[in-house]
Every structure is written in C-alpha cells, then in structure tokens.
C-alpha cells in the first residue's frame, strides 16, 4: 500500500530542502528556516495549526539528518514521528450501526472499565478510556461492535507496534524486523525511516572514491527508456566515481550460496536464503534456534561492496534500492566490508533535485551481471539462480526449495522448519511480495513495472553465471560472513 501522494511530496521536499543545505554547506545555519519555508501560513494545510505541522516538518528534517525522532534512540531505523501520530483518531473498537440500542446493554455491563457508554441512538465507546480487550464486540447480540486495525498495526508481520498512554504508535525494536512496511500504510505519515543522505553528500563533496550501486530491482521502475546506463551516467554527474549494477552481486551471492546448499544437500542439511536482510532479521528475532540455518554467503550488496573495496580499501560505497531492511543491514548487521550507506529512491531522487541531475533515456547495452543476477530481486530468482549455477558446474541436486514469497510465507515455513516439519531442502525468503521489486520505498508499483522490467532484462545477452563471474578476481575478497 503507498501512502497518500500529499504525504510523500511532503517527505519529498523536506528531502530535497535538507540534501539542497548540506550540498552548499549550510544545513547548520539554516536547518531552522525550513520549517517556516515550507510552512509560512497563516493558514494550515493538512493538521489543525501551523505549528503542529512546522512541528512534523522539524521531525522529518531530524529523519533526514539521519537522527532518531522522539526522546531517545532506540537504534532502530524505523522511527515514529509523534506529532504526525498524534492525529490519528482510530479506536480498535468501534459500534456501528447495527447497534440496535437494545435494552439489555450487554455491551455496557461487559465493559470493565467504563468505556462502553449507553447513547440516544447507539453505544458509544470512549477511546480514551478503552482498553481494546475486546469484551464488548464479544457480548453484543447483533455483532454490532467491529474491532479494527490502524493500517501500520495491520501492515506489521510480525506484531511489533503497540500504542502507548497517549495513543500514539511504539515500534519495539525487540520485534522490528526492519521491513518497512508500516511506513508507506500510514494515511498521516506519521512512519519514517532515517536517511544517510548528508553523510553521502558529506562524501561526494569530500573527494572521496564514491562508488553507487543500485539494486537489480531498479530495472523497469521508470521505463524501460531508462536504463543500467542511464544510471551510471546520471551517478558520475552527481560525483560518483562510478557505478555498479548490483545483480553482479547477485551472481557473486549465487556462487557462494550455490556451494553451500551443495554441501548441505550432501549431509542432509536444511538452509534458508540470506540476502532478504528483513528475512535475516525475521529468523534472528523470531526464530533464533534457526540462526545456525542461515547461509554464510554475503548478500548482493554486501557483495559488490567487498569487490571495489579490495581494489579500493578507501572506497565509500552506496547502495541504491527500494529496501528499508538494507538500512539495518549497513547499520545493524556488523558484517565487515559492507555498504557504507544506504538509499532509497526517494532519498536519491532528493540528491538528483538538489543538484540539478535527471536521468536520461539511453542505449540498454550495460550489463555486468547475468540475466539470473538481474531477477535475484523477484521472488523465486534467487532459487533459479543457485539451481542454474549448479547445473553450470556440473553439480546438480535435486533440491526442494520452499519460495516464500511475502511474510506470512516467509513465517509459516520457518514455523516448519523449527518443528522438524519443513518438507523442503531449503527455504528462499523474501518479506515483501513479489520480492525486491514490492519493496516498500519502490518507485513504480510492481505491477506497472514489471512489463518494462521484462523488457530491459530480456534485452540482455544470455551469459551464464560462471562465464560471467570470470571477467572478476574473485579470490581478493571473501562471499561469506565468516
């Protein structure tokens, strides 16, 4: 689900505004005037005052500073923005007009805490005073009482957000499995995530060799015009030294995981995938027995990021994508050589505006990865990939491969596994539907993009894996987390 588009040119500008600052080296000095820019009034646009949305302006400013929002920091990249939170009127509970009014008052007599209240027409049910325990839906005669959801709660896998006192939204980052899912529900905006988009810029204007990497999921989301190429010259424009297609790092990942599973096979072991770095989180956090289960092979990112820094040890490298869990896995995962920062689109988007930059349509004809590469960001891609490899090196298995496409899949196998049940070899585990391409920051829904994507990946020549990975000095860097 994507947010109201008000909401995301909000977020946009205040983006664009920070990434604008910070490139003429006055975020500092004018961090303050945004607000006011943005929001001269007298009049509000989208809350009740100026001030409450100058307010929300100053916290998505502090996200894009790549700050924590309220009191404290909890580490999570995931934030809550609380003043945006504060206007969401939702109760769990609610009576309809079903209610017949009825003498009996089950409702009222079930409530225990004097939420539930007789009215003229109906039942009323006081948020403030409501304790969402679900008693009075129970006891009502005509199943008058609905209970409901706020779109982040029901966004959430894995039942990580709760409200506190005031009603507004806490994510426990115990449970936060970094997906980003919540962040795009929320009709107020009220969900971020934090940027590195000055530390980037901080490096571009630094002199030094900053490389950009976008995801293979990048393929289609504007066009099939616009191309691997149009992404490399767009990045040195901004000042990268120069850019990488990570579907590289997709075959890099293939070979390794490919061995794994190979091994694994051969003494009866189960594996789960490990470049879904909300899939990680999800086994790390919720299934930790599993943790042994995890293959040791690096993700695509990570990857990529090893190669040019073990022929450039001062390398920066920036991943370019439309995961929010890529965030937590450059700041959370502590795996040496991996990305140094990680952006959305958006964010990206944000430093193209600032400095004047646009993508241009041009020639499909740069490629650095297989076709099995380019498709690691669909759902299934990474299983076709390791089973094209082994048939490439001659070690084919006849290996069962749970493809869980979403969370809810994702949950229920690894349920399985952790019981002894899972009656698969292996699990590949992507949180968002459809895999990379239904990420969460996404540019392009998949549905639309996924024509062009089909497009410009089938203008690909039809190298295999191996002879691909042969025009790379694989033995300067390692695949695996240990």
Known sequence: MFADEGVI?????????VAKLAFEGELENKRDTIAVKM?????????????????????????????YSGAQDDGNIIQVIDSACEGCPISSYVVTENCQNCLGKACVNACNFGACEPGRDRSHID???????????????????????????????????????????????????RCGHCIHSCPFGAIGSKTMIVPVIEALKS????????????????GEKITMKSWKKAMKALGFKDFIEVGLGGDLTTAAEAEEWYEAYSEGKKKTTSC???????????????????????????????????????AVCVFIGPCIAKKSEATEFGIEGNADYVLAFSEIHAIMRAKGVEFEEDDNDYQESSVYGKRFGNS?????????????????????????NGAAECKKALLLMKMGRLPEDFIEGMVCLGGCVGGPSSHENQLKAKKNR????????????????????LESFSMHRH
Request: proline share 6%.
């Open 9 to 17: 040119k909000l977020k946009h500008d205040v983006l664009f505004e």
């Open 39 to 67: 929001i001269p009034g007298p009049l509000a646009t989208f809350r009740c005052c100026i001030y409450r949305e100058r307010e929300i302006i100053r916290e998505r400013i502090r996200l894009a500073e790549g700050k």
């Open 127 to 177: 948020p403030t005073k409501c304790k969402e325990c679900g008693k009075c839906a129970e006891a009502c005669p005509y199943n008058a009482i609905a209970a409901l959801k706020r779109p982040c709660k029901k966004a959430c896998p894995v039942d990580a957000i709760t409200y506190d006192e005031n009603n507004i939204c806490v994510i426990d980052e115990e449970k936060c499995i």
């Open 207 to 222: 002199g030094k060799p900053v490389y950009a990497m976008t995801a293979p999921a990048v393929e289609g989301q504007y």
């Open 276 to 314: 879904c770095p909300a899939f990680v989180n999800m086994i790390r956090k919720h299934f930790p027995e599993l943790s042994e289960n995890i293959s040791t092979a690096v993700s695509p990112m990570c990857g990529v990021s090893r190669m040019i820094k073990a022929k450039e040890p001062d």
């Open 380 to 404: 299934g891609g990474v299983t076709a990939a390791v089973l094209q490899y082994l048939k490439e090196a001659e070690k084919e298995i006849d290996a069962k491969v749970n493809v869980c």
């Open 454 to 473: 089909d497009k410009l990946i089938g203008d690909a020549d039809g190298r295999g894996i191996i002879e691909n990975l042969k025009n790379y000095d």
